[in-house]
């Protein structure tokens, strides 16, 4: 399924497919703070959300990055892994001064692997595009949202909501 989406109102082409509603998750290998490589088994027995965006050096990504760490700290049984294309040393920085501390954040610099997988890679910028999926502890997914106009937060309410069912479900 192809989505139709904007950044700053230009029209821009998604590459891969979308995760779909009800499908296993694909694997990843993505790169953490400390350069080590991360993949869904190292957060094996978890809800895993996964917030997507461009770089943590803009207002909205930032916001994003801020908001879901306090809607979301101390869930336990839930990660929340925080993906851009953005280089780890930068990710680090950015929740060092801002103290955010419960989101892990993740680089998908190296191969834009995951952009590929998931159907976010943004062709024309290289960037990732701005969205959510929400993988039960079986890495099944159960929600998926890509923002259609990039600058705008996606919606965070709905996300608690699809968490909190599946931990209680």
């Known amino acids: 399924m ?3 989406v904007t950044f700053a109102g230009n029209p821009v082409t998604l590459l ?14 993505l790169i953490a703070d400390d350069l080590s490589s991360k993949s869904l088994s190292d957060y094996a027995g978890k809800v895993k959300m996964i917030a997507i965006y461009p770089s943590v050096d803009t207002g909205v990504c930032a ?11 101390g869930m336990e049984d839930v990660v929340v892994l925080s993906v851009s294309r953005d280089l780890p040393f930068a990710q680090k920085r950015f929740c060092a001064a801002e103290g955010l501390d419960s ?27 701005r969205g959510t999926v929400i993988l039960d502890k ?32």
């Not at 891969?16 to 290998?29: R, W, Y």
């Not at 916001?63 to 700290?73: G, H, L, P, S, T």
């Not at 998908?108 to 062709?123: P, R, S, V, W």
């Open 103 to 129: 989101i892990v954040t993740l680089s998908d610099y190296k191969e834009a692997q995951f952009g590929k997988d998931y159907g976010f890679l943004i062709d024309e910028l290289r960037l990732l595009a």
């Open 16 to 29: 891969g497919e979308l995760p779909k509603v009800g499908e296993k998750a694909p694997d990843f290998s």
């Open 63 to 73: 916001a994003q990055n801020r908001m879901i760490n306090k809607v979301f700290d």
């Open 138 to 169: 079986n890495n099944v997914e159960r929600y998926v949202e890509v923002v259609p106009e990039i600058t705008n937060e996606p919606d965070y309410e709905k996300a608690l909501e699809v968490v909190k069912a599946l931990l209680f479900y």
């Open 2 to 4: 192809k989505q139709n």
